[in-house]
């Protein structure tokens, strides 16, 4: 019997790849604002996708709406978010709740529905022994808002620089899907403390470490478009504009930091 096969073009992978996947997330909708309507429905999409790809989901929920939760709840494992979280505890908190059986560990933010289909294609360079730790990359930022096309791509070359990783392939670590092998769940994501603000710096800080303790980091590009619909809501709202200026303010000091305290320990 043929594999049913996930994804398109050169990133089609046999279901058996996407099916040693766990993924997580964290949400939080509240039904009074309009763009979290939207952004609980893509959501709603990218939770049923990765379900029909054969891709374990945990979602951590900071107390989102009723019609939401129901939604997604024959499509993951729903955990409330524990008391007094951050943003960076509650990452911390669904990652350790990944299922150990599933080889390659993932996250997400829940937007991403068309990322789902490229996670096999990411998870292959693992399986395969290529690298230990994927950070997948857009081919292009065209489909996102203007401000957070230009805030990002800024982003990805202070990273390249302070890392000083420009030089072998500009990680385009603003985005946010991170996937590595289980065994660097521990030293990537759950020692550290969030004492830089346990916020927006969780992710890049995992790839750091990876880097640091001297693991294959490796840049995987697919073909991924944001969602129409969050795009409209966001051009040309300025609350989302001080959400990309707020995120570089919190990630470049932080990733600065952290990288010389590492390196001079």
């Known amino acids: ?11 089609q992978v046999g279901r058996e790849v996407t099916e040693k996947i766990a993924l997580a997330t964290t949400t939080f909708y509240n039904p009074d604002k309009p763009s979290d ?15 029909d790809c054969g891709i374990n989901v945990s979602v951590v ?13 024959r499509y993951a494992t729903i955990i409330p978010e524990a008391r007094g979280s951050t943003m960076g505890k509650g990452r911390r908190q669904v990652i350790t709740a990944l299922p150990s059986a599933r080889p390659v560990h ?7 529905k068309r990322l789902m289909r490229y996670l096999g294609y990411c998870a292959l360079q693992i399986l395969e022994g290529k690298t230990d730790f994927v950070v997948p990359g857009r081919i292009s930022l065209n489909s ?26 500009l990680l385009d670590i603003w985005f946010g899907p991170k996937m590595w092998k289980k065994e660097l769940t521990d030293l990537c994501f ?5 004492r830089l603000g346990d916020r927006w710096e969780t992710l890049p800080v995992a790839v750091m470490n990876a880097i640091i303790a001297g693991h294959n980091v490796l840049g995987v ?8 619909r969050q795009t409209e809501i966001e051009e040309h709202d300025v609350g989302f504009h001080i959400k990309r200026l707020e995120q570089l303010n919190n990630l470049v000091p932080a990733i600065k930091q952290y990288w010389a305290e590492r390196h001079a320990a």
């Open 61 to 73: 929920d900071g107390g989102s709406f009723p019609e939401f939760l129901r939604d997604i709840e």
């Open 37 to 51: 309507r939207v952004r609980a429905s893509i959501a709603v999409g990218t939770i049923r996708t990765a379900y």
């Open 144 to 169: 996102y808002p203007t401000a957070q096309q230009h805030a990002e791509k800024l982003g990805n070359i202070i990273f390249g620089d302070i890392t000083e990783t420009r030089a072998l392939d």
């Open 190 to 194: 759950l020692q550290y403390d969030g």
């Open 221 to 228: 590009k697919v073909p991924y478009r944001n969602d129409p």
């Open 106 to 112: 993932a996250w997400s933010e829940p937007e991403k």
């Open 1 to 11: 019997m043929t594999s049913r096969l996930i994804g398109t073009g050169k990133y």
